[in-house]
Each structure stands twice: as structure tokens, then as C-alpha cells.
């Protein structure tokens, strides 16, 4: 796979800090609303990828996290009568579907993005008992997601400031480099 394009990175890092100020601003100020978080966290991966294009990437996280952060805001709203931890998989396992729909049609989206992405997400959830200030608050996803938004920053920056000087270095003559 190609590098990804500076600006494609930019217009992802853009997508993802709209996120995280999302939650920020609109999930966290009310613990009622945490069940948000997972959709989304989702979502924001959605347009991150959308606007990354066919081959941008995110697809897989924004697909399985959507699908499961969708069963859990049914399930957060609803109150179903039913068993939530069935719901979760249910969700999941739609968004793997889906995943694996826009792999059908020639979008690059991992499989093993989308397992990961569940089995880490299903840890987190696991834990959320024992650590319930960090892994029970949208704030903590928000950070999170602003880290994966400065990352991009940092990778669309630093690929052409490296590029930058190692033209500079191909000018060189042998002589000014040491070289024999």
C-alpha cells in the first residue's frame, strides 16, 4: 500500500479532532450519554476514511466499531429486553459484515483490523468495572482520539521535511560529504 498523502492525512487528523471535541462537548458533559461514545468514536472513523478516500484507510475500525457502537446506543435508548452482551456481538458482527461488503466492492479493509479492533474494544468494555474514571468517561476516548489526530499531523508534516533533506543531501558533491 502506498503512503498516504499529506493532505489526506490532514483532512483524517481534521475528522478525528472533530470527534474528540464532539465528545468532549456533547457526550461527556453528561455520564448518561457515555453509551455514545462507541458509535461515535465510530462514526468519526467513518468520515476519517470517507475522507481519506478508497485507499486512505480506517475502514476497518470505523466498520466494526460503528456496527457495535450501533447495537449499543439501541441498547442504551431501548433498554431491549434482551441480553445485552448477545446485542454487542450482534452489532459487531453486522459491522464486520459490512466491512467485509466494501471489501467485496474493492475497498481495502482489513479483516484482521476489524478482529482487532473488536477484541481490543471488547477488552476495554471487560475492564471498564475496574477502572470505571478512565474507561467509564467519553473524555478518555476523546484524548485518544485527538493522539491518533496529532499522529497524522506528525506523519503528514514529517514525510516531506525528511524529503526536504534528503534532496538536500543528494546535491551534495562527494567532496563536501566525506565521501571517496
Known sequence: MAPKAPKVRINQAVALLAGAVFLTAVVAPDDRRFYWT?????????????VGGRNGGHWATA???TGWG???VFAGADRPDLDISGLYLAGAGAGIVAGLALRRAGVPVSEMGMALTIAISGLILAFTTKAPDVLGDARSYAAALAVVALANLALAVWPSAKRERDEGDSGRSPAKTGAT
Open 70 to 72: 450501533a447495537a449499543v
Open 63 to 65: 466498520c466494526a466499531l
Open 38 to 50: 462507541p458509535l461515535v468514536i465510530g462514526l468519526t472513523y467513518l468520515v476519517a476514511a470517507i
